[in-house]
């Protein structure tokens, strides 16, 4: 099935979102390209919505004169803290053989530095390491053991990143995955094909049932038993992207992950690529991505929106230009984009800002969000250029509407 006109949001709508959501309330300061909207307020940051309960102490130290990138890692080291978030750092979801493997890439704006690590293990403030990179090393990127070993070296403590929490969710992943795993063929394969058992099926109660009883046998509790079930189903792409914009128009970004769960060993995605989790420049803006890392890397989000925004687009226009060319990569098959979720944060150097996202949520009851604090925190829905929810990769049918309101299938 292709995408039809209507499963779009017009060109013409999304201008006008752009202007009447986003970059509100301030005079222009900057110079800007043609065609660009009005400025937003200065400073301001912006993150993925896990970073929203870091965003007032960040905003407090970037007001008082806080570096734009200290700030930005302030935001981002909460949910790497947080062994109850497991999209990133400490318990985030492992890879395949129960290892958690963390990503993450820093842009300081105002000195046009660049810091990366991919696939650490052990170390749980990723992002800080990335920073560490930028400021200790002649380099940019470290990758696995060597960036482990640079982080130990540079004062980081080693410890097991693997919670019980998520060692139970990849527990039932790999129960009930014995034969289906992250091998090929992938989403990109011609010879990719959709999942067998339709949405529909009758199988699906009796295979959420087992899910269900597996769950229970692991120990996970019953409060648990859902969002775990989900995460096996459906295994996301959690991650956290903060970009901090100071009063001076010094602009900094950061994106940190423990990437796809239950990837590959070794498997790096978008969050420690320059140009695609995180880009920043000093003349333009900041922007990063969570989502589908494979998908982004293709199109180089961050750094295609920051060129976008160069040549006088507004961030909302920017961001879903991104996303046009993620859809075009799949020549608008809605058979393989319904597998598909990315969310851009989108920051321009004038405060401007917007969110943007491929589909408007995760599940219907969870829609896409960007968090804002500008002086007034604030968690807003993106806008998505498709209507409706994502189901990521690997191709799992939706769980069926009665069966997600029948408790008894998953408690
Ligand atoms: N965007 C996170 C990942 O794909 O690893």
């Known amino acids: 099935m292709s995408v039809s006109r209507r499963d779009f949001l017009t060109t013409a709508v999304v201008g006008s ?10 005079e222009e300061q900057e110079p800007r390209p043609a065609g660009a909207q009005a400025g937003g307020k200065r400073p301001i940051i912006v993150c ?38 497991d999209s990133v750092g400490l318990g985030g979801l492992p890879n395949e053989e129960g290892v958690v493997e963390l990503d993450a890439c820093c842009m300081h704006g105002p000195t046009r530095r660049a810091g990366s690590v991919g696939g650490v293990r052990n170390i749980k403030n990723v992002s800080l390491v990335a920073k560490a990179v930028m400021e200790h090393t002649g380099h ?33 992943w790999k129960e009930y995955h014995s034969t289906d795993d992250w091998w090929g063929p992938g989403l990109a394969d011609p010879h990719f094909q959709p999942p067998a058992l ?7 109660p009796e295979r959420l049932r087992k899910l269900a009883e597996m769950a229970s046998g692991i120990g996970i509790e019953p409060e648990f038993r859902q969002s775990a079930i989900w995460k096996v189903l459906f295994p996301p792409t959690g991650t956290i992207h903060c970009s901090a914009l100071n009063e001076k128009g010094e602009i900094s970004g950061c ?8 990837k590959l060993p070794g498997r790096v995605g978008d969050s420690p690529i320059i140009a695609a989790g ?27 929106i920051i060129e976008n925004m160069r040549h006088g687009m507004s961030p909302l226009e920017a961001g879903m230009d991104a996303l046009k060319r993620i859809v075009r990569n799949y020549n608008s098959d ?47 829905k ?14 799992f049918p939706p769980i069926p509407e009665d069966l997600k309101k029948d408790s008894e299938y998953l408690k």
């Open 334 to 380: 809605m058979n393989k984009l319904r597998f598909v979720d990315m969310t851009y944060y989108v920051l321009r150097k004038d405060g401007a800002y917007a969110g943007v996202s491929l589909w408007e949520g995760y599940t219907p009851d969870k829609p896409h969000k960007i968090a804002v604090h500008d002086g007034n925190l604030r968690a807003e």
């Open 48 to 85: 993925a919505g896990n970073g929203y309960n870091y965003l007032d102490d960040a905003y407090k130290f970037l007001k008082n004169g806080g570096d734009t990138l200290e700030a930005a890692l302030r935001v981002v080291k909460g949910p790497e803290d947080d062994p109850k978030d």
């Open 278 to 304: 995180c880009y920043t420049d000093q003349d333009v803006g900041s922007a990063g991505a969570t989502g589908s890392g494979e998908e982004n890397i293709k199109v180089a989000g961050a750094h295609t």
């Open 255 to 262: 994106t940190t992950t423990s990437g796809l769960a239950f």
């Open 140 to 172: 940019v990127m470290l990758v696995g053991e060597g960036a482990e070993r640079f982080a130990v070296a540079r004062g980081f403590a080693r410890e097991n990143l693997l919670t019980e929490h998520s060692r139970k969710i990849w527990m039932l």
């Open 198 to 204: 339709p949405p529909h099926s009758e199988l699906w």
């Open 382 to 395: 993106t806008v998505a250029l498709l209507k409706g929810s994502s189901q990521e990769f690997p191709p």
């Open 17 to 26: 979102l752009s202007f009447g959501l986003h970059g509100q309330g301030r």
